[in-house]
Protein backbone atom coordinates (compact mmCIF):
# COMPACT_ATOMS: atom_id res chain seq x y z
CA UNK A 1 0.00 0.00 0.00
CA UNK A 2 2.96 2.60 0.81
CA UNK A 3 4.49 1.85 -2.60
CA UNK A 4 1.14 2.56 -4.38
CA UNK A 5 0.79 5.49 -2.71
CA UNK A 6 4.24 7.07 -3.59
CA UNK A 7 3.47 5.73 -7.03
CA UNK A 8 0.17 8.16 -7.23
CA UNK A 9 1.99 10.99 -5.33
CA UNK A 10 4.72 11.01 -7.91
CA UNK A 11 2.22 10.63 -10.40
CA UNK A 12 0.50 13.67 -9.70
CA UNK A 13 4.20 15.46 -8.76
CA UNK A 14 4.99 14.26 -12.76
CA UNK A 15 1.64 15.50 -14.01
CA UNK A 16 1.96 18.96 -12.68
CA UNK A 17 5.59 19.75 -13.62
CA UNK A 18 4.31 18.58 -17.35
CA UNK A 19 1.32 20.88 -17.34
CA UNK A 20 3.40 23.62 -15.76
CA UNK A 21 5.71 22.87 -19.18
CA UNK A 22 2.84 22.38 -21.59
CA UNK A 23 1.89 26.51 -20.25
CA UNK A 24 5.54 27.45 -20.45
CA UNK A 25 5.09 26.08 -24.23
CA UNK A 26 1.76 27.63 -24.31
CA UNK A 27 2.84 31.18 -23.45
CA UNK A 28 6.79 31.56 -23.80
CA UNK A 29 8.39 34.51 -22.72
CA UNK A 30 11.58 36.23 -23.35
CA UNK A 31 13.87 36.64 -21.05
CA UNK A 32 17.36 38.22 -20.35
CA UNK A 33 19.95 37.51 -21.87
CA UNK A 34 22.40 34.65 -20.48
CA UNK A 35 26.07 33.78 -20.60
CA UNK A 36 27.61 31.67 -23.63
CA UNK A 37 27.76 28.29 -20.75
CA UNK A 38 24.03 28.48 -19.70
CA UNK A 39 23.18 28.96 -23.43
CA UNK A 40 24.72 26.15 -24.24
CA UNK A 41 23.09 23.87 -21.74
CA UNK A 42 20.01 25.11 -22.78
CA UNK A 43 20.85 24.37 -26.28
CA UNK A 44 21.43 21.34 -25.68
CA UNK A 45 18.56 20.41 -22.75
CA UNK A 46 16.94 21.48 -25.54
CA UNK A 47 18.31 19.39 -28.80
CA UNK A 48 17.69 16.04 -26.02
CA UNK A 49 14.10 17.30 -25.66
CA UNK A 50 13.49 17.49 -29.19
CA UNK A 51 14.93 13.78 -29.17
CA UNK A 52 12.42 12.37 -27.06
CA UNK A 53 9.75 14.37 -28.43
CA UNK A 54 10.00 13.99 -31.92
CA UNK A 55 8.56 10.88 -32.66
CA UNK A 56 5.94 11.39 -30.23
CA UNK A 57 5.58 14.73 -32.40
CA UNK A 58 4.86 13.03 -35.39
CA UNK A 59 2.79 9.80 -34.09
CA UNK A 60 0.50 12.71 -32.52
CA UNK A 61 0.60 14.68 -36.18
CA UNK A 62 0.00 11.33 -37.99
CA UNK A 63 -2.67 10.09 -36.05
CA UNK A 64 -4.98 13.51 -35.80
CA UNK A 65 -4.53 13.47 -39.70
CA UNK A 66 -6.04 10.12 -39.54
CA UNK A 67 -9.23 9.95 -36.82
CA UNK A 68 -11.57 12.34 -36.69
CA UNK A 69 -11.94 12.59 -33.13
CA UNK A 70 -8.29 13.48 -32.32
CA UNK A 71 -8.63 16.26 -35.00
CA UNK A 72 -11.33 17.54 -32.77
CA UNK A 73 -9.06 17.10 -29.46
CA UNK A 74 -6.50 18.83 -31.20
CA UNK A 75 -8.57 21.57 -32.59
CA UNK A 76 -9.75 22.47 -29.26
CA UNK A 77 -6.58 22.28 -27.51
CA UNK A 78 -5.47 24.52 -29.59
CA UNK A 79 -8.00 26.98 -29.41
CA UNK A 80 -7.44 26.65 -25.67
CA UNK A 81 -4.47 28.44 -26.55
CA UNK A 82 -1.96 25.23 -26.59
CA UNK A 83 -0.49 25.69 -29.94
CA UNK A 84 1.75 23.13 -31.53
CA UNK A 85 2.40 20.07 -30.81
CA UNK A 86 4.52 19.88 -27.98
CA UNK A 87 2.47 22.09 -25.88
CA UNK A 88 -0.30 19.63 -26.94
CA UNK A 89 1.52 16.36 -25.89
CA UNK A 90 2.76 18.09 -22.92
CA UNK A 91 -0.98 18.87 -21.47
CA UNK A 92 -2.26 15.56 -22.86
CA UNK A 93 0.53 13.50 -20.74
CA UNK A 94 -0.38 15.55 -17.60
CA UNK A 95 -4.25 14.90 -18.01
CA UNK A 96 -2.89 11.66 -18.44
CA UNK A 97 -0.68 11.42 -15.38
CA UNK A 98 -3.77 13.00 -13.45
CA UNK A 99 -6.16 10.39 -14.15
CA UNK A 100 -3.59 7.73 -13.40
CA UNK A 101 -3.16 9.36 -9.87
CA UNK A 102 -6.49 9.63 -9.25
CA UNK A 103 -7.29 5.61 -10.31
CA UNK A 104 -4.25 5.07 -7.41
CA UNK A 105 -5.87 7.33 -5.03
CA UNK A 106 -9.16 5.51 -5.61
CA UNK A 107 -7.90 2.09 -5.87
CA UNK A 108 -6.21 3.04 -2.23
CA UNK A 109 -9.43 4.38 -0.74
CA UNK A 110 -10.92 1.00 -1.66
CA UNK A 111 -8.55 -0.72 -0.03
CA UNK A 112 -8.59 0.88 2.81
CA UNK A 113 -12.68 -0.09 2.92
CA UNK A 114 -11.80 -3.67 2.97
CA UNK A 115 -13.49 -4.38 -0.55
CA UNK A 116 -12.60 -7.46 -2.88
CA UNK A 117 -10.23 -6.61 -5.75
CA UNK A 118 -12.97 -6.52 -8.49
CA UNK A 119 -15.09 -3.25 -6.62
CA UNK A 120 -11.54 -1.91 -5.51
CA UNK A 121 -10.96 -1.94 -9.20
CA UNK A 122 -14.18 -0.50 -9.87
CA UNK A 123 -13.80 2.50 -7.53
CA UNK A 124 -10.75 3.05 -9.31
CA UNK A 125 -12.24 3.13 -12.44
CA UNK A 126 -15.08 5.42 -10.78
CA UNK A 127 -12.47 7.77 -9.46
CA UNK A 128 -10.93 7.85 -12.79
CA UNK A 129 -14.20 8.66 -14.86
CA UNK A 130 -14.55 11.61 -12.49
CA UNK A 131 -11.36 13.04 -13.12
CA UNK A 132 -11.47 12.62 -16.42
CA UNK A 133 -14.72 14.66 -16.88
CA UNK A 134 -13.32 17.26 -14.63
CA UNK A 135 -10.50 17.39 -16.94
CA UNK A 136 -12.96 17.82 -19.90
CA UNK A 137 -14.76 20.46 -18.26
CA UNK A 138 -11.47 22.17 -17.51
CA UNK A 139 -10.63 22.49 -20.83
CA UNK A 140 -13.56 23.25 -22.28
CA UNK A 141 -13.40 26.72 -19.62
CA UNK A 142 -10.10 27.31 -20.89
CA UNK A 143 -11.30 27.32 -24.00
CA UNK A 144 -14.15 29.70 -23.01
CA UNK A 145 -11.58 32.10 -21.29
CA UNK A 146 -9.36 32.16 -24.26
CA UNK A 147 -12.53 33.21 -26.99
CA UNK A 148 -13.81 35.85 -24.37
CA UNK A 149 -10.40 37.08 -24.25
CA UNK A 150 -9.99 37.39 -28.28
CA UNK A 151 -13.25 39.06 -28.35
CA UNK A 152 -12.12 41.85 -26.27
CA UNK A 153 -9.36 42.49 -28.05
CA UNK A 154 -10.45 42.23 -32.06
CA UNK A 155 -12.04 45.62 -31.75
CA UNK A 156 -8.41 47.40 -30.18
CA UNK A 157 -7.06 45.01 -32.91
CA UNK A 158 -9.10 46.39 -35.87
CA UNK A 159 -8.45 50.12 -34.68
CA UNK A 160 -4.52 49.61 -34.76
CA UNK A 161 -4.94 47.45 -38.14
CA UNK A 162 -6.63 50.38 -39.47
CA UNK A 163 -4.04 53.09 -38.45
CA UNK A 164 -1.50 51.05 -39.24
CA UNK A 165 -2.69 50.46 -42.66
CA UNK A 166 -3.11 54.08 -43.57
CA UNK A 167 0.40 54.69 -43.06
CA UNK A 168 1.37 52.98 -46.05
CA UNK A 169 2.78 49.97 -44.69
CA UNK A 170 2.23 46.17 -46.15
CA UNK A 171 0.69 43.39 -44.64
CA UNK A 172 4.02 42.17 -42.80
CA UNK A 173 4.56 45.59 -41.77
CA UNK A 174 1.20 46.03 -40.63
CA UNK A 175 1.82 42.43 -38.69
CA UNK A 176 4.92 43.90 -37.34
CA UNK A 177 3.53 46.84 -36.38
CA UNK A 178 0.79 44.93 -34.34
CA UNK A 179 3.11 42.28 -32.82
CA UNK A 180 5.59 45.23 -31.42
CA UNK A 181 2.97 47.44 -30.40
CA UNK A 182 0.09 45.38 -28.88
CA UNK A 183 1.98 42.60 -27.35
CA UNK A 184 1.11 43.59 -23.47
CA UNK A 185 -2.47 45.10 -24.25
CA UNK A 186 -3.43 42.05 -26.30
CA UNK A 187 -1.20 39.01 -26.26
CA UNK A 188 -4.00 36.63 -27.06
CA UNK A 189 -4.23 38.36 -30.78
CA UNK A 190 -1.05 39.01 -30.91
CA UNK A 191 0.15 35.06 -30.66
CA UNK A 192 -1.90 34.64 -33.95
CA UNK A 193 -0.46 37.24 -35.49
CA UNK A 194 3.19 36.63 -34.56
CA UNK A 195 2.33 32.75 -36.54
CA UNK A 196 0.98 34.53 -38.83
CA UNK A 197 4.00 36.61 -39.78
CA UNK A 198 6.47 33.61 -39.34
CA UNK A 199 4.45 31.43 -41.71
CA UNK A 200 4.30 34.10 -44.52
CA UNK A 201 8.63 35.28 -43.58
CA UNK A 202 8.56 31.16 -44.00
CA UNK A 203 7.66 31.12 -47.82
CA UNK A 204 4.11 30.61 -47.61
CA UNK A 205 1.30 32.44 -49.71
CA UNK A 206 -0.09 35.34 -47.75
CA UNK A 207 -3.81 34.67 -48.33
CA UNK A 208 -3.07 30.74 -47.95
CA UNK A 209 -2.15 31.31 -44.59
CA UNK A 210 -4.37 33.96 -43.61
CA UNK A 211 -7.29 31.69 -44.18
CA UNK A 212 -6.02 28.32 -42.84
CA UNK A 213 -5.87 29.94 -39.35
CA UNK A 214 -9.34 32.17 -39.86
CA UNK A 215 -10.98 28.62 -40.28
CA UNK A 216 -9.67 27.50 -37.27
CA UNK A 217 -10.12 30.64 -35.01
CA UNK A 218 -12.65 30.13 -32.22
CA UNK A 219 -13.31 33.86 -32.01
CA UNK A 220 -15.92 35.64 -34.37
CA UNK A 221 -14.23 39.23 -34.50
CA UNK A 222 -10.29 37.63 -35.48
CA UNK A 223 -11.80 35.07 -38.18
CA UNK A 224 -13.68 38.05 -39.68
CA UNK A 225 -10.10 40.10 -39.85
CA UNK A 226 -8.07 37.62 -40.92
CA UNK A 227 -10.39 36.99 -43.50
CA UNK A 228 -10.45 40.28 -44.74
CA UNK A 229 -6.74 40.74 -44.66
CA UNK A 230 -6.60 37.49 -46.67
CA UNK A 231 -9.59 39.30 -49.46
CA UNK A 232 -7.58 42.35 -48.98
CA UNK A 233 -3.90 40.97 -50.13
CA UNK A 234 -5.53 38.99 -53.07
CA UNK A 235 -7.74 41.89 -54.45
CA UNK A 236 -5.30 44.58 -53.53
CA UNK A 237 -8.10 47.08 -52.46
CA UNK A 238 -8.31 49.61 -50.06
CA UNK A 239 -8.59 48.46 -46.48
CA UNK A 240 -9.68 51.42 -44.48
CA UNK A 241 -13.89 51.39 -45.37
CA UNK A 242 -13.75 47.74 -45.03
CA UNK A 243 -11.90 47.73 -41.36
CA UNK A 244 -14.15 50.92 -40.28
CA UNK A 245 -17.23 48.61 -41.13
CA UNK A 246 -15.76 45.59 -39.36
CA UNK A 247 -15.38 47.37 -36.09
CA UNK A 248 -19.11 48.81 -36.46
CA UNK A 249 -19.79 44.66 -36.71
CA UNK A 250 -18.07 43.41 -34.25
CA UNK A 251 -19.42 46.98 -31.77
CA UNK A 252 -23.00 45.58 -32.54
CA UNK A 253 -22.41 42.25 -32.03
CA UNK A 254 -21.01 42.70 -28.63
CA UNK A 255 -23.62 45.86 -28.19
CA UNK A 256 -26.11 43.02 -28.96
CA UNK A 257 -24.96 39.97 -26.48
CA UNK A 258 -24.98 42.70 -23.85
CA UNK A 259 -28.56 42.95 -24.08
CA UNK A 260 -28.90 38.99 -24.30
CA UNK A 261 -27.05 39.06 -21.26
CA UNK A 262 -29.24 41.47 -19.79
CA UNK A 263 -32.23 40.16 -20.64
CA UNK A 264 -31.58 36.95 -19.35
CA UNK A 265 -30.31 38.03 -16.11
CA UNK A 266 -34.10 40.22 -16.07
CA UNK A 267 -35.82 36.56 -16.54
CA UNK A 268 -33.40 35.15 -13.97
CA UNK A 269 -34.19 37.59 -11.36
CA UNK A 270 -37.85 37.52 -11.85
CA UNK A 271 -37.65 34.05 -11.44
CA UNK A 272 -35.73 34.12 -8.01
CA UNK A 273 -38.12 36.89 -7.13
CA UNK A 274 -41.46 34.67 -8.14
CA UNK A 275 -39.87 31.79 -6.34
CA UNK A 276 -38.82 33.47 -2.40
CA UNK A 277 -40.06 37.15 -2.61
CA UNK A 278 -44.34 36.29 -3.86
CA UNK A 279 -44.33 33.81 -0.77
CA UNK A 280 -42.91 36.04 1.73
CA UNK A 281 -45.15 38.80 0.35
CA UNK A 282 -48.40 36.48 0.66
CA UNK A 283 -47.28 35.83 4.09
CA UNK A 284 -47.23 39.30 5.41
CA UNK A 285 -50.04 40.58 3.55
CA UNK A 286 -52.02 37.46 3.66
CA UNK A 287 -51.46 36.04 7.06
CA UNK A 288 -53.32 38.39 9.53
CA UNK A 289 -56.56 37.50 7.28
CA UNK A 290 -56.15 34.08 7.08
CA UNK A 291 -55.84 33.85 11.09
CA UNK A 292 -58.53 35.94 11.82
CA UNK A 293 -60.62 33.73 9.34
CA UNK A 294 -59.49 30.81 11.38
CA UNK A 295 -60.59 32.25 14.33
CA UNK A 296 -63.91 33.04 13.17
CA UNK A 297 -64.41 29.46 11.74
CA UNK A 298 -63.56 28.54 15.34
CA UNK A 299 -65.72 30.82 16.81
CA UNK A 300 -68.72 29.25 14.81
CA UNK A 301 -68.08 25.73 15.40
CA UNK A 302 -67.84 26.66 19.01
Known sequence: MTLLLTSSLLTLVAAALCLRLARLVRSPRRGPRVSSGVADHRRQAAAL???LLGGGRVLWRRQTS????????ALMLRQAGYIGSRAQLYLLFA???IVFGVFSGGVLYGMQLGLAWPRVLVAGLAFAGAAAVMVWLWLKR???RRVARLDEEADMVIQVTRMLWESGMTLEGVLRG?????????PESVRELRLVLLRIEAGQAREEVLEDLAAIQPSEGLEDLLKLLAQISASGGGA???LLDLGHRLRDRRRLR???A???LSGKMSLVMMVFLFPALLIVLAGPAVINLGGMLGNLGS
Open 66 to 73: DRPWLAEL
Open 262 to 264: VSS
Open 240 to 242: RRA
Open 49 to 51: EAR
Open 95 to 97: NAL
Open 142 to 144: CRQ
Open 178 to 186: LIHNLDEAC
Open 258 to 260: IQE
